[in-house]
């Protein structure tokens, strides 16, 4: 089945860890996004990518990096930089003409 | 730049009520709207949309229109059940655009709904 992929499902970081947090997609989607999403809260885009080997920066990439080598996947790095990263990440992708496709998330927690 | 407005919640319902979520947009040119709903602890699952004005999309019952004039997306049904307790967020984006602005969605804030038997 085609789809995309998050994982882990959950995560625990420590203060002062870098963690990654992985999303493939084998939709043959060009776009991928990264959200974040807080209790209660819509969502914020952190970091996208329209094609491979090259991304921009969303609303809130501060504290965040990515990475596009392959087609099918956007790793997100949560760097030590990011003050407060306890939050339900999301992954998502998009062909043209079609509606984002979200992964199933990932809760990060900084324990 | 785009930005989508969207109902307050919590929205509590009781079963076969009728339901209305309320969604409008400012946008720059003809985006596509969109209805997305999320589950607890899961990503957010397409519901229905629609991609020019005056467009009905529809999918489990749930019904929005695209309506040009008052910038508006708003959902409806008429008979909600307790399994569609979810949070609902409308949605709108440039399809097939590859532009500055172009790929990403925005999102409202989402409005939360709870259905009691």
């Known amino acids: 089945d085609g789809g995309i992929t998050q994982s882990p499902k959950y995560l625990f970081r420590k203060e002062g860890q870098n963690v990654t947090l992985s999303c493939e997609q084998n939709l043959n989607h060009d776009a991928m996004y990264w959200y974040r999403q807080d209790p209660g809260q819509g969502l914020r885009l952190i970091y996208y990518s329209q094609i491979v080997n090259d991304f921009q920066k969303g609303d809130i990439a501060e504290g965040y990096s990515v990475s596009r080598e392959k087609k099918e996947s956007f790793p997100l790095t949560v760097t030590s930089a990011q003050k407060n990263p306890t939050a339900f990440y999301l992954c998502?992708?998009?062909?043209?003409?079609?509606?984002?496709?979200f992964g199933q998330g990932t809760r990060l927690t900084v324990v | 730049g785009n930005s989508v407005t969207q109902m307050e919640g919590p929205v509590t319902l009781s079963e076969e009520a009728f339901l209305t979520i309320n969604c409008t947009y400012t946008a720059t040119g003809y985006p596509s709207l969109f209805w997305y709903v999320q589950y607890p602890g899961e990503g957010l699952q397409l519901l229905l949309k629609?991609?020019?004005?005056?467009d009905k999309g529809s999918n489990k019952g749930f019904e929005a229109t695209y309506r040009k004039e008052t910038t508006s997306f708003h959902l409806e049904k008429g008979s909600v059940q307790v399994s569609d307790s979810a949070v609902y967020f409308c949605?709108?984006?440039?399809?097939?655009?590859?532009?500055?602005?172009?790929?990403?969605?925005?999102f409202g804030d989402g409005t939360t709904l709870t259905v009691k038997p």
């Open positions: 949605a709108l984006s440039d399809l097939g655009v590859i532009s500055t602005n172009a790929g990403k969605s925005t």
């Open positions: 998502a992708s998009r062909g043209t003409d079609t509606e984002a496709f």
């Open positions: 629609a991609t020019k004005a005056d």
